[in-house]
């Protein structure tokens, strides 16, 4: 029955139609006192959602999860994942509820899921709640790497829920409104292919197919084209993550979408200082996840995934195996090229020459070796080109390096069709000058946290999410923190 005094979000809810067996229908927790925090407008218009009914009161009981919008097929996903190496046969949504799909202005169909609603029959010991502070976290960072270009889940609401939870100390509830065009996982493809569930995997992979490589229907083998189109999406969305610096810090599988867009902002940050070791995650003891490892894991992960199209890629076990690995040989390489692409433009480089890589591989070198910073050396070599070489001197500890670097690069940059002004405008556009920087970010997170008071996150948000744009008043965000010697930590969401 649809009720008239609620509000209606149009859904259409193929996961739930379509893959049984994949979830358990489950309720959201009863929030004490919802208040919205925050409404991400623009987003909640590209979903056709009522913008003005939203802003009441009636925002915060659906954020919270106390009232289902019309249609709502509230459910807890199944996944299982491979954990800093280790699998686990069953994880899922235990503090999650897909509420159902919309399709957007765009005609995207995309997930609506509140994070932090409560239990759900795979909490495990969890209590299946989120505190503000990861969820303000999640809301900002997914917002900047959208406005960075960069493919991700988006935020469209915080609320906060009127109870405390309890991690070390007590902290105000908070639930996110998480949209993405799908939470599928290599962990979800995991789960029944762990089981030995052919057919589950097979039914999973349809779906999955209809919905995001539709092409691959009709290709030659469904499900090798499939495998290779997940590559594809990841390979490209981990290239340009290294593109800006930016550290995932929990890349599971389940924590992999098919998608491939990035999802599960926990202990992700941004490095400042050039360093391919760089770590912030402080359960990630041994630096698998660090900066320079990324590439690497991704190929680990999606090695998981063949795993469980094994029997779907031919009927010949041996056959699909060889199948698939002769696809994943050409992973690397595909990497190699899309890094060199992404970087190529950083450096303002649209035509290719052999030498390019290694003069990108050399400004790493010096970029290491003099502490730089990655955004902001990237960002002030556009002024070196209009003359102004200052900025992008002062990021080195030894700038003669970084001089004879630039000669190197001017005079393949005179290679280029285009002029050194239109090549700087280009570099502008790829090179941000906001980033959430860490000490940004805390800052903004306890102001929120332990004063309620939201303007240093708005600012800060502002900022990130037109992160191009060099504005007047807005240098505070520009800088990294003073260098300390407390390495910065992060931790997960939980
Ligand atoms: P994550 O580290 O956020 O990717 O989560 C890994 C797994 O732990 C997923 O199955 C989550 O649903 C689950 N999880 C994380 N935090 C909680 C929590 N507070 N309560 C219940 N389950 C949780
Ligand atoms: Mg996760």
Known sequence: MQDPDNVDFNFDNSFARELKGFFVPCEASKAPKPSLLILNQRLAEELSLDVSALQTSLGAEVFSGNRLPNGAIPL????????????????????????GEII?????????????????????????????????????ISEAMHALGVPTTRSLAAVTTGEKVFRETA????VLTRISTSHLRVGTFEFFAA???????????????????????????????????VASAQISLVAHWMSIGFIHGVMNTDNTTISGQTIDYGPCAFMD???????????????????????????????????????LVHVEKDRAIELL??????????????WLQYMSTKIGLNTKENRDFNLIQSLLKIMQEGEADFTLTFRRLSDAIRGEKAAVRKQFNNPTEYDLWESEWLSRLKQEPAS????????????P?????????EEALSMAVENRNLSAFENLLSAVTAPFVEVAGRESFTEPAPKTSVPYQTFCGT
């Not at 902290?171 to 908070?174: N, R, S």
């Not at 030995?196 to 995001?212: E, F």
């Not at 760089?278 to 190929?299: E, K």
């Not at 000058?433 to 970010?441: A, F, G, L, Q």
């Open 171 to 174: 902290l105000p509830g908070a």
């Open 433 to 441: 000058i906001y980033i959430p920087r860490n000490h940004k970010v």
């Open 420 to 431: 050194f002004e239109v090549c700087a405008a280009k570099m502008d556009k790829v090179n």
């Open 76 to 99: 807890a996903q199944a996944y299982a994942g491979h954990q800093f190496g280790n699998f686990s046969p069953q994880l899922g949504d235990g503090r999650a509820l897909l509420l």
């Open 195 to 229: 089981q030995g569930k052919t057919d589950m995997v097979r039914r999973l992979a349809d779906y999955a197919i209809s919905r995001h490589y539709p092409i691959a229907h009709n290709a030659g083998n469904p499900y090798l084209t499939f495998f290779k189109s």
């Open 104 to 140: 957007d202005t765009g005609g995207q169909r995309q997930d609506v899921q509140l994070k932090g609603s409560g239990r759900t029959p795979f909490s495990r010991n969890g209590d299946g709640k989120a505190a503000l502070g990861p969820v303000l976290r999640e809301y900002l």
């Open 273 to 311: 200082t050039f360093s391919p070791k760089t770590v912030f995650s402080s359960i990630d003891l041994r630096g698998r996840y660090a900066y320079g490892n990324q590439p690497a894991i991704l190929m680990w992960n999606l090695m998981r995934l063949a795993e469980t199209l094994v029997p």
């Open 325 to 338: 690995i002769d696809e994943a040989k050409n992973f690397e390489r595909s990497y190699e090229d899309i």
